[in-house]
């Protein structure tokens, strides 16, 4: 398989597991175990996700957090629990595409892929401080299932598409950094109020 596809696969995955880690593994096993996706002999790596035992695992885990991200707030605590799972786990799950690497590029690709996951992850978490700050909980299911549907988009085009995955990646990556820096900004100031008012009645 050229190397860009893999790359592209690589890239969409990491993206992918920054919004989820379980629902990108368990979703590309269930792909596999079902025959909707081939594995290219450059791909084998991957086919780990399919086995029964991991598929029940990374099902398991995606389930618990499908319901967790549709609570206010306890979505942001499970966001900053995974701020280090998500990057590390993301870049480990993507670089299996890339198969075995010189000592040099295995470093590479494991920080840009990981600095990836953790720019989606980045940018969700920032997204959600933002939207629980809503007194109703419709906008954060929204929202969650927004990203569900992302999820399932991205891990499709990764595996199918890998070249426009690649281009649009890319893309994707500076937006969430850019998207990041401004909601994160946001955040802080939304939460100061809040806090400034909590400290005023008491």
Do not use: Q
Not at 71 to 83: E, G, L, Y
Not at 128 to 145: A, G, Q
């Amino acid at each position: 398989m050229d190397t860009l596809a893999l790359v592209g696969t690589a890239l969409g995955l990491g993206i992918a597991a920054g919004l989820s880690l379980y629902g990108t593994a368990f979703l590309t096993g269930l792909a596999i175990h079902l025959g909707w996706v081939r594995l290219a002999p450059a791909w084998e790596p991957l086919a780990v996700l399919a086995d029964p035992l991991v598929l029940v695992l990374s099902g398991a885990l995606f389930a618990i957090e499908f319901l967790a991200d549709k609570i206010p707030w306890v979505d942001s605590a499970w966001d900053a629990v995974h701020t280090v799972i998500r990057p590390v786990g993301g870049a480990l799950l993507a670089m299996r595409v890339l198969g075995d690497l010189a000592p040099a590029a295995e470093v590479v690709a494991f920080l840009l892929l990981g600095g990836a996951t953790l720019a989606t992850h980045s940018a969700k978490a920032s997204v959600r401080v933002v939207v629980n700050t809503s007194p109703e909980p419709v906008s954060n299911i929204l929202v969650s299932l927004g990203e569900n549907g992302l999820l399932a988009g991205a891990v499709w085009l990764a595996l199918v598409h890998p070249f426009w995955t690649l281009i649009l990646g890319l893309g994707a990556v500076a937006l969430a950094v850019t998207v990041t820096a401004w909601l994160a900004g946001r955040a802080l100031r939304v939460l100061r109020r809040s806090w400034g008012r909590s400290a005023s009645r008491s």
